[in-house]
């Protein structure tokens, strides 16, 4: 089996999360900080390489009603230019408050805001991924 990678995707850093071998698990891995278009989605697909990932799952910042907005212009334009990199899967997760569930995983767990501010991007990749694992685990049972 191949790992899947988890991004969340923004204009200043990208949060990087990878699954262990048998796509049950979700795991923080990186913030990556975003130069331009061209540097950012080569590094991305040579992570895919040396991660031996098959899969990008990349979160989809749709607004609360469920509508697009630019990020999500912002984020299809980053995938498009993935995909023509990498031979691996590209999927959009739906991101709608992974931010908030990251933000409260940190404040749970006691992390200075400080701290939070540094970790939050790879968190909520991490919280994306894991509802895409979680839902296709789902769909198998």
């Known amino acids: ?30 913030v990556y900080k975003r130069r331009n ?6 590094y991305m697909a040579g992570l895919a390489e040396k991660l031996d990932a098959d899969t990008f799952v990349i979160g989809l ?12 212009q912002m ?14 899967k590209i999927v959009f997760q739906d991101e709608r408050l992974s931010t908030v569930s990251a933000e409260r995983v940190l404040i749970e767990s006691g992390m200075r805001r400080e701290k939070r501010k540094d970790k939050i991007d790879s968190v909520a990749a991490t919280v994306i991924l894991q509802t895409y694992l979680d839902k296709k685990s789902n769909l198998k049972a």
């Open 37 to 42: 278009m061209y540097l950012d989605t080569r």
């Open 61 to 72: 910042p749709l607004k609360l009603d469920g509508s697009e907005g630019q990020s999500v």
């Open 1 to 30: 089996m191949k790992k899947i990678i988890g991004l969340d995707i923004g204009t200043v850093r990208i949060g990087v999360a990878t699954s262990d071998l048998l796509g049950i698990i979700a795991s923080s891995y990186e």
């Open 75 to 88: 984020v299809k334009e980053f995938a498009e230019n993935l995909s023509q990199l990498t031979t691996a």
